[in-house]
């Protein structure tokens, strides 16, 4: 059920690039940051008990088999990458099945379970978002070495940067640990997660992307997990975590408007799934029998 819903979510922001098709009109290269929903692979090359390398994970993969994607088949930056026209799959960095022939048009760093926060990534033993930065200065480092600089150098700066991350500083950290609930309130940490996402998106930005696309959270308490988990109320959404997953959209849609203006040539979008999704998690029946079924 989990999956159903980061289908969906990822499903209306595939829709969201294919419309800005026209916008990022030229795109050799997609570059993928983030968690479970956009890993492809990164968690089964490291230690850590989040892994998705096992069945039913991949059986409507090409072969059959899982890879690490946490999803019957491929995630929808796969997806995404077909509709630009460069590769059906893109392949994780830590796999060792790949090398930077692979990887010069379309690679992931991300890793299932980290957050914009350090500690968030400290809880299953993943990733953290600097790490996946790290990578990334080690690729553009490989690249330029397989493409040489000029051509490396363009790649760079037509790729397209997709970045999917969030919901597990709140409900893998913040509501759970008791760390960050002792030094920061609600409002504080979503500020805190803020500071972060735009600090790398200026790193980004410096290294020389230009196309990027930050999606924002979805209705957290939701989520299958925290309904399951919700007896007491008939399994019925959690609102608080909702309503904070509201305020943070917000705060992430101001920090976009605010980079838009202070980084100069940037084309910077934000995505946000939550009211659509939302809507379709509450009246499924209304966006066909697909949707119905799958919740």
């Not at 692979?41 to 230690?47: A, D, L, P, Y």
């Not at 940067?161 to 509501?175: A, C, P, R, V, W």
């Not at 504080?188 to 959270?217: D, H, P, S, T, W």
């Not at 209705?219 to 399951?228: Q, S």
């Amino acid at each position: 059920m989990a999956n159903n819903y980061k289908t969906i979510h990822w499903f209306l922001l595939a829709h969201l690039l294919l419309q800005l098709s026209n916008i990022y009109a030229r795109v050799p290269a997609i570059i993928v940051f983030g968690d479970s929903s956009v890993d492809s692979g990164n968690n089964n090359q490291i230690s850590t008990i989040l892994k998705s390398n096992f069945r039913p994970y991949g059986r409507d993969f090409i072969g059959g088999q899982p890879t690490g994607r946490f999803s019957n088949g491929r995630i929808p930056t796969d997806f995404i990458s077909e509709a630009f026209g460069i590769k059906p799959t893109i392949p994780a960095y830590l796999d060792p099945t790949y090398d930077i022939k692979d990887f010069a048009s379309g690679v992931c760093f991300a890793s299932a379970g980290t957050g914009y926060d350090n500690a968030t990534s400290d809880v299953l033993s993943v990733i953290p978002l600097w790490k996946e930065m790290e990578y990334y200065k080690e690729y553009q480092k490989d690249l330029r070495g397989y493409l040489g600089e000029e051509k490396a150098n363009e790649v760079l700066f037509e790729a397209l940067y997709l970045m999917s991350i969030g919901t597990n500083d709140f409900l893998e950290n913040y509501y759970v640990l008791p760390r960050r609930s002792s030094e920061f309130s609600i409002e504080e940490y979503q500020n805190f997660l803020a500071g972060i996402a735009g600090n790398f998106i200026r790193e980004l930005y410096k290294l020389g992307a230009r196309k990027i696309c930050m999606g924002g959270v979805p209705p957290m308490g939701c989520l299958p997990l925290e309904r399951a988990t919700n007896i007491l109320s008939g399994s019925e959404c959690i609102e608080e975590y909702n309503n904070v997953a509201k305020d943070f959209n917000e705060k992430l849609k101001g920090l976009i408007e605010n980079l838009n203006k202070e980084l100069a040539g940037i084309r910077l979008v934000f995505s946000n799934p939550y009211d659509i999704l939302l809507e379709i998690i509450q009246n499924p029946e209304s966006f066909g029998k697909l949707f119905a079924m799958l919740l």
